[in-house]
């Protein structure tokens, strides 16, 4: 099948959009040059507002190319359920008694660990949060575990190198991780239902390989960098002087829940939402601030994947069909980082008479390269876009990125390949 004109606009544009990923640097440099027009600048300098920038501009040219209608009728038909699922989940999960909560479990576990106290922290932070998003969600096991290494250790002081390794590890444990059941990762979800995969199926072939690797990734993360973490000053929080009401815990607890369980139905959660920002808004004292603008810039950034993504098909699903078993297992794993991974199951569900064994390595390859960019993984960009503060110039680089959550990946590809 030929492509149409906007289809394939709508590829180049895809491309251009993922070159600027890789290119923030550049426009914060204009900023600097340029300050008369810096604003502009700064904005084409956030990765969160890259594909929403390129989305607008892809409406823009189909306004002229076919008409308003026509491109009203291709808006309304992207499904942006999945960018509000990540604003509302990021904010409630963000919230003070949520992370209250979720500090004081990892804190638990850490004390029986025989580590130091910091050591234990980390290794727990990037192990068992990872694998939370199995029945949390993804993205919001990615807040807390961002938030928490922020507040623990990014702010206190890591090298460069550590604050690197840490989120590409971060970043490739959340995208395994939730592979526990068949709800939290958005390429399973994408194809759970069709295919008929329960949470046994998913234990049984892929989430005790995922946890395997989750646990692997944060073990040697750890042990390299265990004199480095140990020297981090140890935060102690005066919990009788800023203690929360265990009710309004218990509240938000709830919440939390409900958008989870209602994340398939946009108009239930982001009601949900709403009450819980009247909430906040009444017992502001026991908040921090919410994160509504890195909410709304994730979702911006999620909202402009699935209008760019939409006109993707024509050459991605021709792509995975043609390909074995094990090709598209590594096909789909270089595939993810420069596509939503969701999007490629979506697209490989619509192929008919594929195998188990297809299936499994679609989905395989697309959780395992859902590490190495931002774009590749929908929880990613709310990772970033909580940790990019507390590295050199707010910048957070494509290529450091990559080179940091390669190793992880590998791990991850050694597990779900050969054993």
């Known amino acids: 099948m030929n492509p149409t004109t906007v289809q394939l606009i709508g590829a180049v544009i895809f491309a251009v959009a993922v070159l600027h990923t890789f290119s923030v640097k550049f426009f914060e440099k204009l900023a ?48 942006f ?22 500090l004081a479990c990892v804190e638990f576990v850490a004390r029986l660990l025989p580590l130091q106290r910091q050591v234990a922290t980390f290794f727990v932070a990037l192990s068992l949060l990872p694998m939370l998003g199995s029945f949390i969600t993804e993205p919001a096991a990615m807040t807390l575990a961002a938030l ?3 507040e623990r250790f990014y702010d206190p002081g890591l090298s460069n190198r550590l ?31 069709k295919w008929g995969w329960d949470v046994s199926f998913m234990i049984m072939n892929l989430g005790w390989r995922s946890a395997l690797a989750v646990a692997v990734n944060a073990l040697v993360l750890t042990m390299m960098f265990r004199s480095e973490l140990a020297r981090i000053p140890l935060i102690e929080k005066n919990d009788e002087a800023d203690r929360i009401p ?34 906040a808004t009444a017992y502001k004292h026991y908040q921090d601030r919410l994160i509504l603008r890195e909410g709304m810039m994730v979702a911006f950034f999620l909202g402009g994947l699935v209008v760019l993504g939409g006109q993707q098909q024509w050459w991605l699903e021709p792509a995975l069909s043609a390909m074995s078993p094990t090709a598209v297992y590594y096909g789909a794993t270089a595939l993810t980082a420069i596509t939503d991974n969701a999007a490629l199951t979506y697209l490989g569900s619509l192929v008919p008479g594929l195998t188990d064994e297809f299936k499994l390595s679609l989905v395989a390859g697309s959780v395992t390269g859902g590490g190495l960019t931002v774009i590749a993984n929908a929880p990613n960009p709310a990772g970033y876009s909580i940790l990019k503060g507390r590295f050199d110039n707010e910048e957070i680089g494509a290529g450091g990125l990559f080179a940091a959550a390669f190793v992880p990946t590998l791990v991850a590809i050694a597990m779900f390949r050969f054993i």
């Open 32 to 79: 600097h040059r340029h300050p008369a027009h810096a604003g502009i600048f700064h904005l084409l300098g956030e990765v969160e507002a890259v594909f929403g920038f390129w989305a607008l501009v892809l409406v823009c040219f189909m306004l002229v190319a076919t008409g308003p209608k026509s491109a009203l009728d291709y808006l309304n038909g992207r499904d």
């Open 81 to 102: 359920t999945e960018p509000l699922f990540v604003f509302a989940i990021m904010v409630i999960a963000a919230s003070k008694p949520i992370l209250r909560l979720s």
């Open 148 to 150: 928490l290494l922020r």
């Open 163 to 193: 604050k690197y390794l840490t989120l590409g590890v971060l970043f490739v444990n959340v995208s395994i991780g939730g592979t526990l059941t068949p709800y939290a990762a958005p390429p399973v979800l994408m194809v759970a239902g």
């Open 246 to 279: 265990l009710a309004l815990t218990i509240v938000h607890v709830l919440f939390l829940a409900g958008v989870v369980i209602t994340a398939h139905h946009s108009v239930v959660f982001m009601g949900l939402f709403l009450f819980f920002l009247g909430v």
